[in-house]
C-alpha cells in the first residue's frame, strides 16, 4: 500500500503544470464567482436606473434624489431610456415623471408615473419596483404621495409581450447551457487525449490526412452529442416548468447550433493547450466555471461589477445567453439571433482552428 502510494504521489508531482493549474485555476475561479456574487457589499449601488424627468419641478427631482439613495441614477431623455433599455439591456426599467407632476402633484391631482420594462431582467426589474416603494416610505415627509393616491403606477414592456416571466424561464437556460459546457468541454479535451494515451494518436499519425480525420471525426462526434443534449434540455424545461422556446422554431435550432459549435471548439482549444489529460482536467473546469460566471449563467451580468461586465462580451457565453434571452424571455424570432449567432459561428471557428493547430503541433513532435 505504501508503495503504490509512493508511486501514485510521484506521477503527480511530475507534472508539475498540472500541479499548478490544481492550485492557481481553483483561486481565480474562486476569485471570479465572489467578485460576481459580493462585488455590491464592496461598491456603492450597482442596480442603474435612467429616469426620464420630463417634470423638471421640486416634487420630481425630490423623486430623483430618493431613488439616488439606493440606485445609480442617470436622468436622460426618453429615447436614450428607451435605447437603454430595449436595445442595450444596461438596465432593467426606466422611469418616466411626467410633465406638470410637480403642479399636479401640489393641486392633489393623481398623475401616472410610467415604468419602461425589460421582463427579461427578472431579478433586476423587481428590485426597481423595491426602490419605488423605498421612495414611497422615504417620500413621507412629502405627505406620502403614493398612499394619498397622488401618484399611480403603468408599466411597459419595451422588448415583448409579456409584462412578466417566470422564474424557471429565467434560471433554466443559463443551467442548462452550464451542463452542455461541462459535458461537452471535458468529452471533447478528455477524449482527444484518450487517443494518445491508448496508442491510437501515434498510429494516425502516419496514415495519410488520419490525425485530421481523426481530430474532425472527434469534433462531429462531440458536436452532435452536445446538440441531442441541449435541445433534450430545453425540451423537459419547455415540457416540465412551461419555458418557453420562443416564437420561431427554427431561430432557436439555429441558435443551440451555433452555441454548441463554439462550446465543442473551447473544447478543442483545451485539448491544445494541456499537455496532458491531467492537465486538461482543471484547465476545463476553469474555463466551464469561468464562462459561466462572466456569461451570466448563474446570475444576470448587470449586477457584477463593471470590471467583469467590460470583459463580458468577450466570452462567447454572453453572446449565448443573449440569443437564448431574446428567444425564451422576450418572445423575438429569426431576425434577433442575427448578432449573438453570427459571434458563435466566428469564434468557435477561430478557437477550433487554434485548438487543433496546438493540439497537432503539440502531439505530432513526439
Known amino acids: 500500500m505504501l508503495a503504490v502510494f509512493r508511486k501514485d504521489l510521484r506521477v503527480f508531482l511530475r507534472d508539475r503544470w498540472a500541479l499548478a493549474f490544481s492550485v492557481v485555476m481553483p483561486i481565480l475561479v ?4 465572489a467578485e ?3 462585488a455590491d457589499q464592496k461598491e456603492g449601488p450597482q442596480l442603474f436606473v435612467p429616469v426620464v424627468n420630463e417634470d423638471q419641478g421640486p416634487v420630481a427631482s425630490t423623486f430623483v434624489k430618493l431613488l439616488g439613495k439606493h440606485a445609480r441614477v442617470r436622468e436622460m431623455s426618453r429615447a436614450d431610456a428607451e435605447h437603454v433599455v430595449r436595445d442595450t439591456h444596461e438596465a432593467p426599467a426606466a422611469i418616466v415623471f411626467p410633465a406638470k407632476l410637480s403642479k399636479q402633484y401640489l393641486q392633489g391631482v393623481s398623475t401616472q408615473v410610467r415604468l419602461l420594462t425589460d421582463p427579461a431582467a427578472g431579478g433586476d426589474l423587481q428590485a426597481v419596483k423595491v426602490l419605488l416603494l423605498l421612495m414611497d416610505k ?4 412629502l405627505a406620502d404621495p403614493f398612499a394619498e393616491q397622488k401618484i399611480t403606477l403603468t408599466e411597459k414592456n419595451l422588448t415583448g409581450n409579456r ?5 424557471f424561464e429565467q434560471n433554466v437556460p443559463g443551467f442548462s447551457l452550464m451542463f452542455v459546457l461541462l459535458s461537452v468541454v471535458f468529452g471533447t479535451a478528455v477524449s482527444m487525449h484518450d487517443e494518445r494515451d491508448w496508442g491510437t494518436l501515434s498510429r494516425l499519425l502516419v496514415a495519410p490526412g488520419g490525425f485530421t480525420r481523426l481530430l474532425l471525426g472527434k469534433f462531429y462526434a462531440r458536436f452532435v ?6 435541445l433534450c434540455l430545453f425540451l423537459w424545461g419547455h415540457w416540465m416548468f412551461n419555458v418557453s422556446l420562443g416564437s420561431s422554431p427554427l431561430a432557436f435550432v439555429l441558435l443551440s447550433l451555433a452555441i454548441v459549435f463554439a462550446i465543442v471548439a473551447a473544447g478543442t482549444l483545451v485539448a491544445g493547450l494541456a499537455n496532458t489529460r491531467e492537465q486538461a482536467l482543471p484547465l476545463g473546469l476553469t474555463l466551464v466555471m469561468t464562462f459561466s460566471a462572466l456569461g451570466g449563467l448563474w446570475w444576470p451580468q448587470s449586477i457584477q461589477p463593471e470590471w467583469m461586465s467590460r470583459i463580458g462580451p468577450v466570452v462567447f457565453t454572453t453572446w449565448a445567453m443573449r440569443g437564448l434571452n431574446d428567444l425564451v424571455l422576450r418572445d423575438r424570432g429569426l431576425a434577433s439571433i442575427g448578432i449573438p449567432a453570427g459571434v458563435l459561428v466566428a469564434y468557435g471557428a477561430s478557437t477550433l482552428g487554434l485548438g ?3 493540439f497537432r503541433r503539440r502531439h505530432s513532435a513526439r
Open 356 to 358: 487543433l493547430f496546438l
Open 225 to 230: 452529442i452536445g446538440v441531442v443534449q441541449m
Open 36 to 38: 460576481g456574487l459580493f
Open 138 to 141: 422615504d417620500a413621507a415627509a
Open 30 to 33: 474562486i476569485t471570479v464567482i
Open 163 to 167: 409584462l412578466s416571466v417566470t422564474a
